[in-house]
């Protein structure tokens, strides 16, 4: 029988039934980070239970990191103690451990992929809402709560109700200046935040098999932003050409093995998804987040809506979110002045994201006001982009240039909004506080935008921005 | 760990009124700094309350006199949105909230929340807007949500708040904390990953 990839790798997974109706699910890889994981190691400890299969349960440090001096121990006592939390659970169970000294270290959600440790058909699992991300692999990857990251070290399972299955079919050619980051947030923006509540999305379509891998993890990414906790793309050559030769890809005549069967688990054409929805890429346009919720966007020449231009049930969000941000309906977007900008998180903080953010500054100075920093997703990223000199053009642009981690998106680290500052960021929650400042107000854009943004000192349609003629 | 019988849970109600009110409002990422849970009652919408209490004569309800040792939550649509972090529900459980009803709950939030056993019950829209009204004219007012009949009462008012058949299975069952049964019958763990090509060996 035709079935989607959901279908054939969740049925691969199952071990049974549980007396409630949830099924349980075999967990074929456990990223693990400093922030969700020590009151699970904690009750592991309590109830005596040891870690179920250690070979398959991967850590490192993100959130906490500080990105400008990382020297041991850390100037917050509280990231220092977490880091050393972290290092001595992942010493006492046999747990790898990615940490700065390793080189190594990064996001989870961009090194699990870089090392090879995210592969097409496995069960993934990370106490983090952003393990959505390992989907554009053609894996199921579940974000989960402490509770659960205690289940899965213990025993490797996850007890779980399977969603339905949504396709997203995004058809037709980008238009130039528009990204990945601008599909999701028209997704986002179009379907609403909380429209994939009991669904994973199956992301398809032309315009999404012709993305990098790099893309199809943006627009994964951000899967919960659109309240689903699962999204994938169906593994194809692209995957492949992406996996061979990393660390923890199969290698040789088993890689070829492996292809054959990763190639199998993609959804069959005439196979049955709970619904479809279809976009038109050409339809999509540089899009930003006006609002406290990441489906208050608008294209960057659009204006910002009043209450009375949405459906009744989203009036009061709109209102609460204008009022929040000091922004006036019908404004337009353009032009809005920003104080900070930030390229980094787990959404938009590969290789690819910081040469098209280069490409824009290359030439050009960050606007006098505007303090601007770009945090590599990974220190393999950054040594990538250094070597490729992309440092050298940020710095020279007036951006920091900073160590691997979480940063501005969350700010758990000293990297933070002051005050009432508007950040253009490339990472994916506008939320109230989200960046640091109770009262601090955050611009979702792709990293191009926030370049653009970087250089005006304000939300600038990157289309525009001029190309020196030296880098053209 | 044996864990409790969860089927009804009675007190008075806190009203938090507006869609997606997501995980970071609930509890700002900066009190994640921690490797316990303990002291996140405090903190628990600790910005919000800093925004509502700026406000003349402004005070949020999670600070108002009247609402304090309310152990329900009424909430709109897709709260817990956002950040999986299992410190909101713990943060609410340890202010005092010991059950929470609302119009729809994001996914994260509502499994992590049954985890430690904390029942979030679904209504309709137009029985909430009457809990929420009761709960808000009459702080004292005392509301009772049977978790096993699926319904909640308070003043005048009896209507229906569902739960999924498998949270409401392990909360009534005190099956909630999942770890235990998922250690059971490991056999047939051991035989379904020796089926999966990855780990059988490509």
């Given at each position: 029988?035709?079935?989607?990839?959901?279908?054939?790798?969740?049925?691969?997974?199952?071990?049974?039934?549980?007396?409630?109706?949830?099924?349980?699910?075999?967990?074929?890889?456990?990223?693990?980070?400093?922030?969700?994981?020590?009151?699970?190691?904690?009750?592991?400890?309590?109830?005596?239970?040891?870690?179920?299969?250690?070979?398959?349960?991967?850590?490192?440090?993100?959130?906490?990191?500080?990105?400008?001096?990382?020297?041991?121990?850390?100037?917050?006592?509280?990231?220092?103690?977490?880091?050393?939390?972290?290092?001595?659970?992942?010493?006492?169970?046999?747990?790898?451990?990615?940490?700065?000294?390793?080189?190594?270290?990064?996001?989870?959600?961009?090194?699990?992929?870089?090392?090879?440790?995210?592969?097409?058909?496995?069960?993934?699992?990370?106490?983090?809402?952003?393990?959505?991300?390992?989907?554009?692999?053609?894996?199921?990857?579940?974000?989960?709560?402490?509770?659960?990251?205690?289940?899965?070290?213990?025993?490797?399972?996850?007890?779980?109700?399977?969603?339905?299955?949504?396709?997203?079919?995004?058809?037709?050619?980008?238009?130039?200046?528009?990204?990945?980051?601008?599909?999701?947030?028209?997704?986002?923006?179009?379907?609403?935040?909380?429209?994939?509540?009991?669904?994973?999305?199956?992301?398809?379509?032309?315009?999404?098999?012709?993305?990098?891998?790099?893309?199809?993890?943006?627009?994964?990414?951000?899967?919960?932003?659109?309240?689903?906790?699962?999204?994938?793309?169906?593994?194809?050559?692209?995957?492949?050409?992406?996996?061979?030769?990393?660390?923890?890809?199969?290698?040789?005549?088993?890689?070829?093995?492996?292809?054959?069967?990763?190639?199998?688990?993609?959804?069959?054409?005439?196979?049955?998804?709970?619904?479809?929805?279809?976009?038109?890429?050409?339809?999509?346009?540089?899009?930003?987040?006006?609002?406290?919720?990441?489906?208050?966007?608008?294209?960057?020449?659009?204006?910002?809506?009043?209450?009375?231009?949405?459906?009744?049930?989203?009036?009061?969000?709109?209102?609460?979110?204008?009022?929040?941000?000091?922004?006036?309906?019908?404004?337009?977007?353009?032009?809005?002045?920003?104080?900070?900008?930030?390229?980094?998180?787990?959404?938009?903080?590969?290789?690819?994201?910081?040469?098209?953010?280069?490409?824009?500054?290359?030439?050009?100075?960050?606007?006098?006001?505007?303090?601007?920093?770009?945090?590599?997703?990974?220190?393999?990223?950054?040594?990538?982009?250094?070597?490729?000199?992309?440092?050298?053009?940020?710095?020279?642009?007036?951006?920091?240039?900073?160590?691997?981690?979480?940063?501005?998106?969350?700010?758990?680290?000293?990297?933070?909004?002051?005050?009432?500052?508007?950040?253009?960021?490339?990472?994916?929650?506008?939320?109230?506080?989200?960046?640091?400042?109770?009262?601090?107000?955050?611009?979702?854009?792709?990293?191009?935008?926030?370049?653009?943004?970087?250089?005006?000192?304000?939300?600038?349609?990157?289309?525009?921005?001029?190309?020196?003629?030296?880098?053209? | 760990?044996?864990?409790?019988?969860?089927?009804?849970?009675?007190g008075r109600a806190i009203i938090l009124r507006?869609?997606?009110?997501?995980?970071?409002?609930?509890?700002?990422?900066?009190?994640?700094?921690?490797?316990?849970?303990?002291?996140?009652g405090d903190h628990v919408f600790e910005?919000d309350r800093l925004e509502a209490g700026r406000r003349i004569g402004g005070v949020h309800p999670f600070d108002a006199p009247a609402y304090q040792g309310a152990q329900l939550l009424f909430?709109?649509?897709?709260?817990?949105?956002?950040?999986?972090?299992?410190?909101?529900?713990?943060?609410l459980?340890r202010w005092g909230i010991r059950?929470?009803?609302?119009?729809?709950?994001?996914?994260?939030?509502?499994?992590?929340?049954?985890?430690?056993?904390?029942?979030?019950?679904?209504?309709?829209?137009?029985?909430?807007?009457?809990?929420m009204d009761l709960a808000q004219s009459d702080p004292a007012a005392v509301f009772?949500?049977?978790?096993?009949?699926?319904?909640?009462?308070?003043?005048?008012?009896?209507?229906?708040?569902?739960?999924?058949?498998?949270?409401?299975?392990?909360?009534?069952?005190?099956?909630?904390?999942?770890?235990?049964?998922?250690?059971?019958?490991?056999?047939?763990?051991?035989?379904?990953?020796?089926?999966?090509?990855?780990?059988?060996?490509?």
């Amino acid at each position: 029988m035709a079935q989607t990839l959901f279908q054939k790798v969740w049925d691969l997974h199952a071990v049974r039934t549980l007396p409630n109706g949830q099924t349980q699910l075999y967990v074929g890889l456990h990223l693990v980070h400093e922030v969700t994981s020590p009151q699970a190691f904690d009750e592991l400890r309590t109830r005596g239970w040891t870690v179920r299969a250690p070979e398959r349960t991967f850590a490192t440090v993100d959130h906490i990191v500080p990105t400008a001096r990382q020297a041991r121990p850390f100037l917050d006592l509280m990231a220092e103690s977490m880091t050393s939390s972290l290092e001595r659970n992942c010493r006492d169970h046999g747990i790898p451990l990615f940490d700065l000294p390793s080189g190594l270290q990064g996001i989870v959600h961009v090194i699990g992929p870089e090392l090879g440790l995210t592969q097409p058909g496995m069960t993934i699992c990370c106490g983090d809402s952003h393990t959505s991300t390992h989907g554009a692999f053609g894996a199921l990857a579940f974000g989960i709560g402490t509770s659960q990251v205690r289940d899965v070290l213990a025993s490797q399972c996850l007890a779980v109700m399977p969603p339905k299955v949504r396709r997203i079919d995004v058809r037709g050619t980008l238009g130039p200046g528009v990204y990945a980051k601008d599909v999701i947030l028209t997704i986002i923006g179009r379907l609403g935040v909380k429209a994939g509540s009991g669904y994973a999305y199956e992301y398809a379509g032309d315009a999404i098999e012709r993305m990098s891998m790099d893309e199809r993890m943006t627009i994964c990414n951000m899967s919960i932003e659109g309240g689903a906790r699962v999204g994938y793309v169906n593994p194809d050559d692209t995957t492949f050409a992406y996996l061979e030769n990393r660390r923890f890809a199969p290698a040789g005549d088993a890689f070829t093995r492996a292809r054959d069967w990763w190639r199998s688990l993609a959804s069959d054409p005439d196979a049955t998804w709970d619904d479809v929805v279809t976009l038109d890429a050409a339809s999509i346009g540089p899009t930003v987040t006006w609002g406290i919720n990441p489906g208050q966007s608008v294209t960057v020449d659009g204006r910002l809506p009043a209450p009375g231009d949405v459906a009744p049930a989203d009036r009061d969000g709109v209102a609460e979110a204008l009022e929040f941000m000091g922004f006036a309906a019908g404004q337009p977007m353009a032009g809005t002045k920003i104080d900070v900008a930030f390229i980094g998180s787990c959404t938009n903080a590969r290789l690819s994201d910081l040469r098209e953010a280069a490409k824009v500054v290359a030439g050009h100075h960050v606007a006098p006001h505007v303090r601007a920093l770009v945090v590599p997703g990974s220190q393999t990223v950054a040594k990538a982009a250094e070597h490729e000199g992309l440092d050298e053009i940020f710095r020279q642009a007036g951006f920091d240039w900073r160590g691997a981690g979480c940063s501005m998106c969350l700010a758990m680290n000293p990297d933070r909004l002051e005050g009432r500052e508007v950040c253009a960021s490339s990472s994916n929650r506008n939320f109230k506080g989200r960046q640091g400042s109770p009262t601090g107000r955050t611009l979702l854009m792709s990293p191009a935008m926030v370049a653009a943004a970087a250089i005006a000192g304000e939300v600038t349609d990157v289309r525009q921005v001029p190309v020196p003629e030296a880098v053209a | 760990m044996s864990a409790s019988k969860i089927t009804h849970v009675s007190g008075r109600a806190i009203i938090l009124r507006g869609d997606d009110i997501d995980t970071d409002r609930i509890i700002p990422a900066r009190f994640l700094k921690a490797i316990t849970f303990e002291g996140l009652g405090d903190h628990v919408f600790e910005d919000d309350r800093l925004e509502a209490g700026r406000r003349i004569g402004g005070v949020h309800p999670f600070d108002a006199p009247a609402y304090q040792g309310a152990q329900l939550l009424f909430v709109n649509a897709n709260f817990g949105c956002g950040s999986s972090r299992e410190h909101a529900p713990q943060a609410l459980m340890r202010w005092g909230i010991r059950a929470i009803v609302g119009q729809s709950f994001a996914e994260i939030f509502f499994g992590n929340s049954v985890m430690i056993g904390l029942p979030c019950l679904t209504a309709a829209p137009e029985d909430l807007a009457q809990l929420m009204d009761l709960a808000q004219s009459d702080p004292a007012a005392v509301f009772s949500v049977d978790v096993a009949g699926e319904r909640v009462s308070g003043g005048s008012l009896d209507v229906s708040a569902t739960i999924p058949a498998s949270a409401k299975q392990s909360l009534v069952t005190g099956e909630w904390d999942a770890t235990g049964l998922l250690l059971e019958r490991y056999e047939e763990v051991t035989a379904t990953a020796a089926r999966l090509p990855y780990i059988a060996g490509f």
